[in-house]
């Protein structure tokens, strides 16, 4: 019963999903999705025999979706295929050749993040794109300044460098100006000053 | 050949106590003694004391 309810639940959740986003997890459904299969949704198993019967839990076959085959028939297709991150650039195993990734960095991004808006980024493969990869390639690299990072530091401009030890000297002049404006006038407005500055 | 003779009066820079920097430029007579007056000055945005600068040289 309860699992029933839990059930009831996701597929709310997955019928809220953009088609798109949808269609990709039905056609490449990453491990974290496949590990979740069997208790939600025994379609998206792999190696489940291929049933023709659509169930409620069928993210690949919902109604807005008419061209999308079943996920049965996509799954058991080529384990090859399914298995691989759709992400990375892949090496086929007998030829040795390279392919690029099935989904370019723009189709990447934008599904990583219409997954982001609906919380469901953790469904994805590792992508380059993803939010998580991101946030630690900043924490690596920093904001990516040239000669910015550890150990490392920015030139800049001169008056930068010497900026905050002007500024404090000037704040020093002003504070003992009043009283060097006491002397000045004590001395004839300058009259007997020595102290000339060069 | 002769040396050119100096002029009477002498064009000097006035630099504020402020340390900012700024200068205004007097001419004064030469025999004069050394200017030194409250001005104000832009970037500190106060009056602050100038006084001139001791020339180098044979000015």
């Known amino acids: ?198 | 050949m002769a040396k050119k003779a100096k002029s009477r009066t002498v064009a000097v820079r006035l630099i504020s106590m402020a340390m900012t920097g700024y200068f205004r430029t007097f001419v004064r007579p030469r025999a004069h003694r050394p200017l030194s007056m409250l001005k104000y000055d832009p970037v500190v945005k106060k009056q602050v004391l100038f006084l001139e600068q001791k020339r180098s040289g044979n000015k």
């Not at chain 1, 794109?129 to 000669?147: D, H, P, S, V, Y």
Request: hydrophobic share 35%.
């Open chain 1, 1 to 198: 019963m309860a699992a029933e309810v839990v059930g009831s639940a996701l597929i709310n959740r997955a019928k809220s999903l953009p088609v798109p986003l949808v269609r990709f997890l039905a056609r490449w459904p990453s491990p974290a999705l496949q590990s979740a299969a069997p208790k939600s949704s025994p379609g998206l198993d792999s190696s489940s025999p291929a049933s023709t019967d659509s169930t409620p839990s069928d993210l690949g076959t919902s109604d807005t979706d008419a061209s999308t085959p079943p996920v049965s028939q996509i799954l058991t297709a080529s384990d090859t295929t399914v298995n691989r991150n759709p992400f990375e650039p892949w090496r086929h195993p007998s030829t040795g050749r390279w392919r690029p990734p099935v989904y370019s960095m723009r189709q990447q991004r934008e599904l990583c993040k219409m997954a982001a808006d609906h919380g469901v980024e953790e469904l994805l493969w590792a992508s380059k794109k993803a939010t998580w990869f991101k946030e630690k390639k900043l924490i690596e690299q920093g904001l990516r300044l040239r000669n910015a990072g550890p150990g490392k530091r920015v030139k800049g401009h001169k008056w930068e460098r010497t900026l905050s030890s002007r500024l404090e000297e000037r704040r020093q002049a002003m504070l003992g100006m009043p009283a060097m404006i006491e002397e000045w006038k004590r001395l004839g407005h300058g009259r007997g000053w020595k102290k000339w500055p060069k």
